[in-house]
Nanobody
Framework: QVQLVESGGGSVQAGGSLRLACAAS????????MGWFRQAPGQEPEDLVKYDGHGRKVYDASLKGRFTVSKDNAKNTLYLQMNSLESEDTAMYYC??????????????????RGQGTQVTVSS
């Protein structure tokens, strides 16, 4: 059974940083398509970044280099380092996973597995 557990969210002032973690079980970060998306109240989910089927990092252009994805395959954990946070970044952040073969099929928020999310609140 696939389980994804996010952590690291919280409240931070604008300009601050947070590092989110997604601990995976039932899948291996080394050969599973994984990524991050977020959803603010009343808004559509928004893809952020993923590792594609070739292991490359694919970022949404709107992030402007402020977010960095990484993973530790030994710990089976995906990370999202977020810098220069803005009030518009306030949202619930989710990690998601999908079979490697279908990495390019659809947005991250439609992946087969997702965690419960971790809340990020940025105050200006």
């Amino acid at each position: 059974q696939v389980q994804l557990v996010e952590s690291g969210g919280g409240s931070v002032q604008a300009g601050g940083s947070l590092r989110l973690a997604c601990a995976a079980s039932g899948v291996s970060t080394s050969d599973t398509c994984m990524g991050w998306f977020r959803q603010a109240p009343g808004q559509e989910p928004e893809d952020l970044v993923k590792y594609d089927g070739h292991g490359r990092k694919v970022y949404d252009a709107s992030l402007k280099g402020r977010f960095t994805v990484s993973k530790d395959n030994a710990k089976n954990t995906l990370y999202l380092q977020m810098n220069s946070l803005e009030s518009e970044d306030t949202a619930m952040y989710y990690c998601a996973a999908r079979n490697w073969d279908f990495c390019s099929s659809g947005p991250i928020y439609e992946y087969d597995h997702r965690g419960q999310g971790t809340q990020v609140t940025v105050s200006s």
